[in-house]
T-cell receptor, first 114, second 111 residues
Framework: NAGVTQTPKFQVLKTGQSMTLQCAQDMNHNSMYWYRQDPGMGLRLIYYSASEGTTDKGEVPNGYNVSRLNKREFSLRLESAAPSQTSVYFC?????????????FGDGTRLSIL | GENVEQHPSTLSVQEGDSAVIKCTYSDSASNYFPWYKQELGKRPQLIIDIRSNVGEKKDQRIAVTLNKTAKHFSLHITETQPEDSAVYFCAANSGTYKYIFGTGTRLKVLA
């Protein structure tokens, strides 16, 4: 039981390149999330998917797109990377369908954009 | 938009002393408040949570209190140990599926 798995763990991109961050969970959770973590700013929600087939914007969606491929997988895409998107990206999942549940996080992807 | 404020941003305590971290939320509909601990280079992990139908919850050396009227909740760690050193985040739900996180508190326990 791996929980939430993110790939890759590290990536360096040049400005303007595109990239997809992958996330998969094996806990049969309905909801999945993408956050970015920057020093002194906590975890900020980029996009989330309350259930398979739905996605919604969070606090900082600009410059990102997401795909809920199936119940297990939720990917985050940077179409044209910018230095301001240098960050640590965390995927999370949550069980149940009424909220009020803890989120389970992956190990993160450390992304640097030059 | 909805907001969660967390204080202090850094906290240093002597080993064995208590540590208190405070959070204030703005969404009056929030009813679930988890706390996460994040060690350096690691993922955030849930350490305790509280729902709005209770005012306090304890788990060994960790406790959380909730004041719905004032819209604030606090994390209390007693008898701190060096392994408690980490960054702690509070959060509050906003609607059924979204969570708003505080900006974190870096706790240092001095041996």
């Amino acid at each position: 039981n791996a929980g939430v798995t993110q790939t890759p763990k590290f990536q360096v991109l040049k400005t303007g390149q595109s990239m997809t961050l992958q996330c998969a969970q094996d806990m049969n959770h309905n909801s999945m999330y993408w956050y970015r973590q920057d020093p002194g700013m906590g975890l900020r929600l980029i996009y989330y998917s309350a259930s398979e087939g739905t996605t919604d914007k969070g606090e900082v969606p600009n410059g990102y797109n997401v795909s809920r491929l199936n119940k297990r997988e939720f990917s985050l895409r940077l179409e044209s990377a910018a230095p301001s998107q240098t960050s640590v990206y965390f995927c999370a999942s949550m069980g149940g369908d009424r909220g009020h549940q803890p989120q389970h996080f992956g190990d993160g992807t450390r992304l640097s954009i030059l | 938009g909805e907001n969660v404020e967390q204080h202090p941003s850094t906290l240093s305590v002597q080993e064995g002393d208590s540590a208190v971290i405070k959070c204030t939320y703005s969404d009056s509909a929030s009813n679930y408040f988890p706390w996460y601990k994040q060690e350096l280079g690691k993922r955030p992990q849930l350490i305790i949570d509280i729902r709005s139908n209770v005012g306090e919850k304890k788990d060994q050396r960790i406790a959380v209190t909730l004041n719905k009227t004032a819209k604030h909740f606090s994390l209390h760690i007693t008898e701190t140990q060096p392994e408690d050193s980490a960054v702690y985040f509070c959060a509050a739900n906003s609607g059924t599926y979204k969570y708003i996180f505080g900006t974190g508190t870096r706790l240092k326990v001095l041996a």
